[in-house]
């Protein structure tokens, strides 16, 4: 598989060092062309290095001093050069990387390698820190947010839950001073049901006596009339014995006269 893929990769470098020779100088495409033929070489090795790494290509390049093949396994050119960057010797071995880089596909992808500049996985990486940083910050002030909403959460459910029970001492002293005022409502209402009732007691016991005021008035009336009528029998009676009594006197007296007379004829 390595053997039949050098030769693949190996063409492919060299159609991509030769699909715009009039883009660059030709200083440029020479040295260009010189840098992929030496990269072709370790076509198994980069191969190797991809596939142990189970990454979707490398960035592979050699270094100026001594040749020596680097091998920067990522699923992009900016993921290879992010991890690159990310491990713990890269400011060592980074001075030593060329402008230009190649970044190899997996063999089992069909896409040739691409000359990636050095400048512009740079900016890339600048801009994917931005990023990163920016989302850092984002996550920050949505935590600071969520923090400070879950805290005017808070603030608004005790609020709410003081409110509550004022609300609800409120209505409790509401409705007590509601139930002592129907309370005193009831006994206002009772005493005037019983002043009503005495009222018409005594309305019924004042009937009762003009009622038996009247019946006495009538019977004192009834006994005047019949006092007067027993009076005015009674001076009959007296004068018809007054003049009986003086007719029995005048009598009397004639008979006395009767009986002197006779008792001095009789002397």
Same mark, same amino acid.
């Given at each position: 598989?390595?053997?039949?893929?050098?030769?693949?990769?190996?063409?492919?470098?060299?159609?991509?060092?030769?699909?715009?020779?009039?883009?660059?100088?030709?200083?440029?495409?020479?040295?260009?062309?010189?840098?992929?033929?030496?990269?072709?070489?370790? =076509? /198994? #090795?980069?191969? $190797? %290095?991809?596939?142990?790494?189970? *990454? &979707?290509?490398?960035? @592979?390049?050699?270094?100026?001093?001594?040749?020596?093949?680097?091998?920067?396994?990522?699923?992009?050119?900016?993921?290879?050069?992010?991890?690159?960057?990310?491990?713990?010797?890269?400011?060592?071995?980074?001075?030593?990387?060329?402008?230009?880089?190649?970044?190899?596909?997996?063999?089992?992808?069909?896409?040739?390698?691409?000359?990636?500049?050095?400048?512009?996985?740079?900016?890339?990486?600048?801009?994917?820190?931005?990023?990163?940083?920016?989302?850092?910050?984002?996550?920050?002030?949505?935590?600071?947010?969520?923090?400070?909403?879950?805290?005017?959460?808070?603030?608004?459910?005790?609020?709410?839950?003081?409110?509550?029970?004022? =609300? /609800? #001492?409120?209505? $409790? %002293?509401?409705?007590?001073?509601? *139930? &002592?005022?129907?309370? @005193?409502?009831?006994?206002?209402?009772?005493?005037?049901?019983?002043?009503?009732?005495?009222?018409?007691?005594?309305?019924?016991?004042?009937?009762?006596?003009?009622?038996?005021?009247?019946?006495?008035?009538?019977?004192?009336?009834?006994?005047?009339?019949?006092?007067?009528?027993?009076?005015?029998?009674?001076?009959?009676?007296?004068?018809?014995?007054?003049?009986?009594?003086?007719?029995?006197?005048?009598?009397?007296?004639?008979?006395?006269?009767?009986?002197?007379?006779?008792?001095?004829?009789?002397?």
């Amino acid at each position: 598989m390595r053997t039949r893929c050098l030769p693949y990769l190996g063409a492919l470098l060299m159609v991509a060092g030769c699909a715009a020779p009039s883009l660059m100088p030709p200083s440029q495409a020479a040295a260009v062309k010189s840098r992929e033929r030496a990269l072709a070489a370790h =076509a /198994d #090795a980069i191969h $190797a %290095a991809i596939k142990s790494s189970g *990454q &979707r290509g490398a960035l @592979a390049y050699l270094e100026g001093g001594d040749g020596r093949l680097v091998v920067l396994p990522g699923d992009s050119p900016i993921d290879a050069w992010m991890r690159f960057n990310a491990s713990p010797g890269h400011a060592a071995s980074r001075g030593a990387v060329p402008p230009v880089v190649t970044y190899v596909h997996r063999a089992d992808i069909p896409a040739a390698p691409e000359a990636i500049d050095l400048s512009a996985l740079e900016q890339q990486q600048a801009l994917r820190t931005s990023v990163v940083s920016l989302q850092t910050e984002l996550g920050t002030a949505h935590q600071l947010i969520e923090d400070r909403l879950g805290a005017v959460q808070r603030e608004l459910r005790e609020t709410v839950e003081t409110t509550q029970r004022e =609300a /609800d #001492a409120t209505q $409790a %002293a509401v409705r007590a001073d509601v *139930q &002592r005022a129907l309370s @005193a409502l009831g006994d206002d209402l009772a005493s005037v049901r019983r002043l009503l009732l005495q009222t018409a007691q005594l309305g019924w016991l004042n009937h009762e006596l003009a009622v038996d005021n009247a019946n006495g008035v009538r019977k004192v009336a009834s006994a005047s009339q019949e006092l007067a009528a027993s009076s005015a029998r009674l001076e009959d009676t007296i004068r018809q014995l007054s003049d009986t009594l003086a007719g029995q006197l005048k009598e009397l007296a004639a008979r006395l006269d009767n009986i002197q007379g006779k008792v001095t004829s009789l002397k």
